[in-house]
């Protein structure tokens, strides 16, 4: 187990609140990007996909696409639970600090997939 793992630190409560609420506001802004880029490609594969029947083409069409899901409710529980926390500081761990402070979370990496791949489709 990697030592850094077991570690923690105490940290103050509002700093992590702050670092918090501004990855909520990030995540919030690249959700409506993301959702704005999918409404506009799935409107131009469906025009396509339309097209194609229209001309009878003997092919099969499919149009999927998975709706960008947001973890906004993540950050607000997160936010919450500090708001409730009464001291001045708060102990974190490692994982903890990866994503409330780093906002590095388990769902990022397909999150941020998917947004640079709808994004990128309809530049």
Not at 68 to 78: I, K, S
Not at 88 to 105: E, G, I, P
Request: hydrophobic fraction near 35%; include cysteine; charge should be negative.
């Amino acid at each position: 187990m990697h030592v850094l793992s077991e570690m923690e630190v105490e940290a103050k409560t509002d700093v992590v609140l702050e670092a918090l609420e501004k990855n909520r506001e990030n995540h919030v802004v690249e959700l409506a990007e993301s959702r704005e880029a999918f409404f506009k490609l799935a409107k131009q594969r469906l025009k396509e996909a339309l097209a194609d029947v229209r001309e009878g083409k003997e092919e099969n069409t499919h149009v999927y696409l998975d709706y960008p899901t947001g973890h906004v409710e993540a950050y607000d529980t997160a936010i919450s639970m500090l708001k409730l926390h009464q001291e001045k500081t708060v102990v974190l761990n490692s994982t903890q600090v990866r994503c409330l402070v780093d906002d590095d979370w388990d769902w990022q990496g397909n999150f941020k997939l998917q947004n640079s791949t709808y994004i990128g489709s309809v530049r």
